[in-house]
């Protein structure tokens, strides 16, 4: 019922339609309407129906047609002959037609006589009836005596339906009526009917107002066109709302080239495009237009919404075409439009338009997209609506989009790379052949070009079009095959998915693409057998991944069919050839087998329950036998053969096993290879045995885990005992050894401790997910053991300049330059003494040490930490140390599910010291070295992920262009997304961590009486809680600061990420909460920390959270009290706990960043800079030499450029923002201007003038490059001011350029320092500074003449000064030099008056008053 209304009204044509009335309907015709309760012939004796039924129609009732029995034609002509000839003849026209309205009261009736007639097949009527007959109505308007009556009748009958709703009686009755005019032979008076029909347009419902226009040119005669065009132009500029049906209307009339040019004119002049009027209009109408359901004509609806759009864009294009100013407004509609909502599908289109037909606005489309994409007005799934929608008129666009898809990849921004991205997946799953293998031809394009960023996003393209649309894709897969050719360019990451891509295309389909699959064997068997490392790496990497797609698909095959069993052994067998191949061109390379182990288990990883049964059994059979043969043995106390140092078993977690313990051969092993591998190598591979190394344990361990997990779903009994077992190890007090060891012994040492701290990371790795406590604890302890050796790595590290670490990722470009000693540099451990080292009566006591004495890979800030080392009460041995930063290369990457081992509580070290001895010495907890380790590995790998690769930092060594992703290689396998939400997860557990570290500051402040450096502060404790605390804040900025969550479908992901901190304020009363609240609530908990940082760093991440956290959306409030939290932390003493102030060079940074964050948020910048300047500063000026600003306790003598940098910076910034001044200006607008620049000028003058008390290098470099930006902002901003005001302002105004004057003259006494001295990067700036002070001095006077003041204006030669004013006498020669002041300016005043060259145009009071008496 709603369907048939719904049809009706989109049905711009008007066909006729043959509407079947269902049964359920009958009952909701009111009795007044039923004239027939059955179908049958229609039987009385009024004149109109005797003479129909005489002519060859019978009249039906009910549901049944009217039959008609003779031919049209015929019938008409007999009726005419009947009502002529008729003795009442012209009184029985009238008759009749008063029996035809008494006959259409009944709906039924009338409807039958508006539907087509019924032909009767007899056998004598036959061949006299055609197939297709008119309505009775139709064929009646044919008789020229009967039309007038009739047009009237039926028009006189339609405002009855003006209400009436489709499905009520299940005909659309307007539409049949209007179609009855249609197409007739004749029109007596067709100017009569078009009048009426208009007029009946002024007054009806929308449906028929649409309906009679888009019927009105098949009523038309072809001499009445021009005159509707016009009239209809008229009625859009009345109406908008009927903008489709009119251009429909127009767009079948025939006009000539003059009118059709005057009605395009006025069209667009009343479409008023410069306010995108059309756009909302044509959206609100195609929206009708969607919501209708599909019925049986829906493809024809369809087709018809299509060529309206089409025509509506056709209208578009050549008025952008012949129209500059149409394209410019709607560009410029478009970039003014700020809510997201207001951007529709509608404003894509146009500007794709646009960017198609007018060239010289495309620069302009582009920098609209790269504005609005990333504030997410244009998301991506915008243009997903515009693809699916709008395909027919999208793809005129073909080629624009393929230019803007290219010009996207090529951005820094990751959101434009993105939608770049999405836009050829778009185009290649809505357009047609042609423009697909364009897409793919562009897309192999930017691959072959060799840009990273834009060959990652290609292959991605790729993939996601191979996964989604493989048999469209299969038919270029020639072009994605040339790749290969290429290869040299693609780091292993890139080379993996093309690999995968390419397997995909070669084993999707039944007939298999055998040509792509030779070339693949052919590069992979010849990479293989390469002796250069590189190509042999790609080959494994290329090998594995396409028996990936091999093994995945048979295993698919299996499962849709039994009849493919021969087809699947050969599969099998390839396979097993393919893995043969691999495995035996690696087992005489430790580095290539090693490769080979990971890439299997990456493979097991990808495909968990998708991989072939057999292939699993086939891997996991020799893994499990090389692994226990290789690598473990079983424990003994004495361990045969010759060693570089003595064997030892440690970090055994299993001593109450008396028998049976297995151990890790890791250093005979290690030994054997270290002593015999120049000899004992060359002759295992001459004998073709496979080299066991070291460096295969952990790829090995990995596959292994991966395979038993696979095999026993997710179980790791059968290796649980790994976690627990020993390894064979040396004796590691190395304290005080390490000097009388020699080089080599250094070295292997070093080695040693790389590959058992690699074997404990894997080993994390791989039970981080158990739920068993007692795994739990053997977890946390290797945690704690991997912090300990950390730290005695980073001692055998330092005393081992030039050492080679041993690889242990190897999907990695080979290092060109491995990090060394002198390179990554060394902790010095400066004068001991004060505290002394603890006994270590103990293992676990010796382990705590340890932990308490290492900050493991932190990226916190260390300006704190390297003032604590220069405390004599901090640190207990002379041993330099290694920060191990720089060697990720080197250790085994964690997965993010190690993360989940944040789920433990946090207690602090001294609590964890008695908890040890306690009988429940199972439930360990995680301390705080563990978790600085943990926290510091997830803020590396959500830094990696999440934020733009051009916002990131430049990588500490640079060794090639594959080094931003090594140590990341499992990381880069998951998409953002993925990281985020297991990010989001972690938040709770973070949330708690970071409220225990809040709670031990705060315990600390109060119970040392809010004294930071007291007596009772554990000065390594609290260093390693700040570190904790740091990294806690570092990764909420973080995941906040991911610009996903500005995309839709993310929306959920961050409304979940702010529950969790509103619930933490708020416990269950967040669940229903805006968006906006949640923001308000996430925001009021963070800023609870701001009391119990501990550090300046802490303090600036905070705020950069906060500000994350504001930008929302963006509120007033937040702005405010981010510049209250950060002028609360400028004027916070931060001291460390050894009792020195913070300060270096990264403390002055974070001063640099939050002063900036203050001034930026900050209501009033200009009262903010005469704050500090004539607060803060004073107080520094009269303090002792190390002394600092009571107001600003950052403020110090050390820290003084950085402020002054950024208050000088900023007052430029801000009088930059003071509009210009105009003559329209009102009086009070003037004088508000006036206030603002001579606020500016005063806080000039004052910064100016502190360069003689602070006359350091950077301060006057800084002054003469901000002062001379400044001048210019004067000049431009500021005098246009002035030249308006003069008359009004006179005082202020003189005040204004008095003031200045005394900054300009200070900044000449600049440019003379500099030239004395022979500062070279000083007097760079001095060229520019007096060029604008010359212009100055130009500009003042063309002032003062054009408010025809030009007595008061004078020169005078300034001589040379000193920074403290004292002429410099040895300069007489330069005193008429040009460069050195406006001396070649004509004189006014013969008078010469030192010191007034860049302000003469004040002169003196005294020619100002002359001027204004003279007024």
């Known amino acids: 019922m709603v369907s048939k209304r719904k049809l009706s009204k989109s049905d711009a044509h008007g066909d006729s339609l043959t509407a079947e009335l269902p049964q359920t309907k009958k009952s909701r015709i009111s009795c007044k309407e039923k004239t027939s309760a059955e179908d049958g012939a229609v039987e009385n004796d009024s004149i109109f129906v005797q003479l129909i039924k005489t002519a060859g129609i019978t009249l039906n009732a009910g549901e049944r047609q009217n039959d008609i029995a003779v031919d049209q034609a015929t019938f008409q002509k007999k009726l005419c002959q009947i009502l002529r000839k008729h003795p009442f003849y012209p009184h029985v026209v009238q008759e009749f037609v008063s029996g035809l309205e008494t006959h259409i009261k009944d709906r039924d009736q009338f409807r039958n006589c508006l539907l087509p007639c019924a032909p009767v097949r007899g056998e004598v009527t036959r061949n006299l009836v055609h197939s297709y007959c008119e309505s009775l109505i139709k064929l009646l308007l044919g008789i020229e005596t009967l039309q007038p009556a009739v047009i009237t009748l039926l028009l006189e009958k339609l405002p009855e339906f003006f209400f009436d709703t489709v499905g009520t009686f299940g005909t659309n009755f307007p539409r049949l009526i209007v179609n009855q005019f249609k197409w007739l032979d004749k029109i007596l008076d067709s100017k009569d009917l078009i009048m009426k029909l208009m007029q009946m347009v002024s007054v009806s419902p929308a449906p028929i107002q649409h309906d009679i226009i888009t019927s009105l040119p098949e009523i038309l005669e072809d001499s009445q066109q021009s005159e509707f065009a016009r009239e209809v132009s008229q009625l859009l500029k009345r109406d908008t709302r009927l903008t489709v049906p009119i251009l429909d209307a127009l767009s079948n009339l025939d006009l000539d080239a003059g009118l059709l040019a005057e009605v395009i004119s006025a069209l667009r002049k009343n479409l008023d495009l410069s306010s995108c009027i059309l756009p909302l209009q044509i959206l609100s109408s195609q929206s009708k237009l969607k919501s209708q359901p599909q019925t049986s004509s829906s493809t024809s609806q369809v087709s018809?919404?299509?060529?309206?759009?089409?025509?509506?864009?056709?209208?578009?294009?050549?008025?952008?075409?012949?129209?500059?100013?149409?394209?410019?407004?709607?560009?410029?509609?478009?970039?003014?439009?700020?809510?997201?909502?207001?951007?529709?599908?509608?404003?894509?289109?146009v500007l794709l338009l646009i960017h198609t037909t007018n060239t010289k606005s495309r620069k302009q489309i582009e920098r609209v997209l790269r504005n609005k994409i990333p504030l997410g007005c244009v998301p991506e799934q915008l243009l997903q609506s515009a693809f699916r929608n709008h395909s027919l008129v999208i793809k005129d666009f073909f080629p624009s989009i393929l230019s803007l898809a290219q010009t996207f990849l090529h951005s820094a921004d990751p959101c434009v790379v993105s939608f770049g991205s999405c836009m050829y997946k778009q185009a290649f799953s809505a357009f047609d052949s042609y423009c697909q293998q364009e897409v793919v031809s562009a897309l192999v394009t930017h691959i072959c070009g060799g840009n990273d960023v834009e060959v990652d996003i290609s292959l991605d393209v790729l993939t996601d079009l191979v996964t989604l649309h493989t048999s469209s894709l299969i038919r270029y897969a020639t072009f994605v095959k040339n790749i290969l050719d290429y290869t040299e360019k693609l780091n292993p990451q890139q080379i993996r998915k093309l690999f995968y891509i390419l397997g995909e295309l070669a084993f999707s389909q039944r007939q298999e693409d055998s040509y792509i699959q030779d070339d693949m064997h052919m590069v992979i068997r010849k990479w293989l057998s390469s002796t250069v490392p590189k190509y042999k790496q790609m080959g494994i990497i290329g090998a594995i991944t396409v028996a990936g797609s091999m093994a995945s698909k048979r295993s698919k095959e299996d499962r849709c069919s039994l009849e493919r069993t021969q087809q699947s052994e050969e599969h099998c067998r390839q396979l097993s050839i393919l893995l043969d191949l691999v495995s035996y061109c690696c087992e005489q390379s430790p580095e290539a087998l090693a490769l080979y182990y990971d890439e299997l288990a990456n493979l097991i990883?990808?495909?968990?329950?998708?991989?072939?049964?057999?292939?699993?059994?086939?891997?996991?059979?020799?893994?499990?036998?090389?692994?226990?043969?290789?690598?473990?043995?079983?424990?003994?106390?004495?361990?045969?053969?010759?060693?570089?140092?003595?064997?030892?078993?440690?970090?055994?977690?299993?001593?109450?096993?008396?028998?049976?313990?297995?151990?890790?051969?890791?250093?005979?092993?290690?030994?054997?290879?270290?002593?015999?591998?120049?000899v004992d190598e060359m002759a295992t591979r001459n004998q073709g045995k496979k080299i066991v190394s070291p460096e295969c344990l952990c790829p090995s361990f990995r596959l292994l885990r991966l395979y038993t997990t696979e095999q026993h779903n997710g179980s790791m009994e059968e290796i649980d005992a790994l976690l627990g077992c020993p390894l064979y190890l040396t004796d590691l007090e190395i304290e005080g050894k390490l000097g009388s060891l020699a080089k080599q012994e250094r070295e292997f040492l070093c080695s040693l401790l790389f590959h058992a701290l690699n074997w404990f990371r894997e080993v994390v790795n791989a039970f981080c997910q158990q739920q068993d406590l007692e795994m739990?604890?053997?977890?946390?302890?290797?945690?704690?053991?991997?912090?300990?050796?950390?730290?005695?790595?980073?001692?055998?590290?330092?005393?081992?300049?030039?050492?080679?670490?041993?690889p242990a990722i190897f999907d990695c470009e080979a290092l060109e330059a491995a990090p060394t000693v002198n390179a990554v540099g060394l902790v010095k451990k400066k004068k001991t003494g004060g505290k002394k080292q603890k006994s270590e009566g103990s293992k676990d006591s010796s382990a705590d040490h340890s932990q308490m004495e290492e900050n493991p890979e932190g990226n916190q800030s260390e300006a704190e930490t390297t003032q604590l080392e220069k405390d004599t009460t901090e640190k207990r041995s002379g041993i330099p140390l290694v920060q191990l930063q720089s060697y990720r290369a080197f250790f085994r990457e964690l997965d993010l599910e190690v993360f989940t081992i944040l789920h433990c509580g946090?207690?602090?070290k001294s609590i964890l010291d008695s908890e040890m001895h306690t009988e429940a010495r199972e439930i360990v907890q995680l301390?705080?070295?563990?978790?600085?380790?943990?926290?510091?590995?997830?803020?590396?790998?959500?830094?990696?992920?999440?934020?733009?690769?051009?916002?990131?930092?430049?990588?500490?060594?640079?060794?090639?262009?594959?080094?931003?992703?090594?140590?990341?290689?499992?990381?880069?396998?998951?998409?953002?997304?993925?990281?985020?939400?297991?990010?989001?997860?972690?938040?709770?557990?973070?949330?708690?961590?970071?409220?225990?570290m809040h709670n031990y500051f705060q315990a600390l402040i109060t119970e040392n009486e809010e004294v930071v450096d007291g007596p009772r502060v554990n000065i390594q404790e609290h260093q390693l809680l700040s570190s904790c605390y740091q990294q806690l804040l570092q990764v909420f900025r973080l995941l906040f600061a991911w610009s996903g969550f500005s995309q839709r479908e993310n929306s959920d992901l961050l409304r979940s990420a702010l529950k969790v901190l509103a619930d933490r304020l708020k416990p269950g009363e967040t669940e229903f909460l805006l968006l906006e609240d949640l923001i308000s609530e996430s925001f009021h908990y963070l800023l609870n920390f701001q009391h119990s940082v501990p550090n300046f760093q802490c303090a600036l991440t905070l705020t950069q959270l906060l500000i994350v956290i504001a930008e929302k959306p963006v509120a007033s409030w937040k702005k405010d009290k981010i510049a209250s939290l950060a002028k609360q932390f400028l004027c916070q003493s931060w001291m460390q706990p050894s009792g020195m102030r913070e300060k270096g060079s990264q403390f002055s940074d974070a001063l640099h960043t939050l002063l900036c964050v203050y001034m930026e948020h900050t209501d009033n910048i200009l009262k903010a800079v005469e704050d500090i300047s004539s607060v803060g500063v004073p107080e520094l000026i009269n303090s002792a030499n190390d002394g600092y600003?009571?107001?600003?306790?950052?403020?110090?003598?050390?820290?003084?450029?950085?402020?002054?940098?950024?208050?000088?910076?900023?007052?430029?910034?801000?009088?930059?923002?003071?509009?210009?001044?105009?003559?329209?200006?009102?009086?009070?607008?003037?004088?508000?201007?006036?206030?603002?620049?001579?606020?500016?000028?005063?806080?000039?003058?004052?910064?100016?003038?502190?360069?003689?008390?602070?006359?350091?290098?950077?301060?006057?470099?800084?002054?003469?490059?901000?002062?001379?930006?400044?001048?210019?902002?004067?000049?431009?901003?500021?005098?246009?001011?002035?030249?308006?005001?003069?008359?009004?302002?006179?005082?202020?105004?003189?005040?204004?350029?008095?003031?200045?004057?005394?900054?300009?003259?200070?900044?000449?006494?600049?440019?003379?320092?500099?030239?004395i001295h022979q500062d070279l990067g000083l007097t760079n700036h001095v060229p520019l500074l007096k060029k604008s002070l010359e212009q100055f001095v130009y500009r003042v006077k063309a002032m003062l003449a054009f408010n025809h003041c030009q007595?008061?204006?004078?020169?005078?030669?300034?001589?040379?000064?000193?920074?403290?004013?004292?002429?410099?006498?040895?300069?007489?020669?330069?005193?008429?030099?040009?460069?050195?002041?406006?001396?070649?300016?004509?004189?006014?005043?013969?008078?010469?008056?030192?010191?007034?060259?860049?302000?003469?145009?004040?002169?003196?009071?005294?020619?100002?008053?002359?001027?204004?008496?003279?007024?």
Not at 610 to 631: A, M, P, Y
């Open 927 to 996: 301390g705080p070295a563990e978790l600085v380790f943990l926290l510091d590995d997830l803020c590396q790998k959500l830094e990696h992920i999440l934020m733009p690769p051009a916002a990131k930092r430049a990588p500490f060594l640079k060794q090639g262009k594959d080094c931003r992703n090594i140590g990341f290689s499992h990381l880069c396998q998951r998409s953002s997304q993925e990281v985020a939400q297991c990010a989001v997860e972690l938040l709770k557990p973070l949330c708690s961590h970071m409220e225990n």
């Open 1351 to 1415: 007595e008061a204006f004078w020169v005078g030669i300034l001589k040379n000064r000193d920074l403290q004013g004292e002429e410099i006498l040895s300069q007489d020669s330069e005193e008429n030099d040009p460069g050195e002041g406006v001396s070649q300016l004509p004189r006014e005043d013969p008078a010469e008056e030192e010191g007034d060259i860049s302000g003469s145009e004040g002169g003196s009071e005294h020619n100002d008053d002359d001027e204004e008496s003279s007024e």
């Open 304 to 349: 018809s919404s299509q060529n309206c759009v089409k025509l509506l864009f056709d209208v578009i294009k050549l008025a952008v075409r012949f129209q500059k100013g149409i394209s410019e407004a709607w560009i410029k509609a478009i970039e003014n439009t700020v809510s997201l909502s207001d951007h529709k599908v509608l404003d894509l289109i």
């Open 906 to 908: 946090l207690l602090t």
């Open 776 to 806: 739990k604890g053997k977890v946390l302890t290797r945690l704690q053991n991997i912090t300990e050796l950390q730290n005695m790595l980073g001692k055998c590290l330092a005393a081992s300049p030039g050492y080679v670490l041993p």
């Open 605 to 678: 990883e990808k495909q968990k329950g998708n991989l072939d049964s057999q292939i699993l059994e086939r891997i996991g059979k020799s893994v499990v036998e090389d692994f226990s043969n290789d690598f473990v043995v079983d424990l003994t106390p004495v361990v045969d053969g010759v060693h570089l140092f003595p064997v030892k078993s440690l970090y055994n977690l299993d001593e109450d096993e008396s028998q049976g313990t297995i151990v890790i051969n890791l250093l005979p092993l290690l030994s054997q290879n270290w002593l015999g591998k120049s």
């Open 1189 to 1315: 600003s009571s107001t600003y306790p950052t403020l110090t003598r050390q820290t003084f450029p950085v402020f002054f940098q950024v208050m000088m910076a900023q007052l430029e910034n801000s009088v930059r923002s003071i509009p210009a001044g105009k003559p329209s200006d009102s009086r009070e607008v003037q004088l508000e201007k006036l206030l603002h620049w001579n606020m500016a000028v005063r806080d000039f003058h004052i910064l100016v003038n502190l360069v003689k008390v602070f006359d350091s290098r950077p301060v006057l470099s800084i002054c003469l490059k901000y002062g001379r930006l400044f001048v210019e902002a004067f000049l431009k901003l500021a005098m246009p001011l002035l030249d308006y005001s003069f008359k009004k302002h006179r005082e202020d105004v003189q005040s204004l350029l008095k003031t200045l004057q005394l900054s300009t003259r200070q900044l000449h006494h600049m440019c003379g320092h500099s030239k």
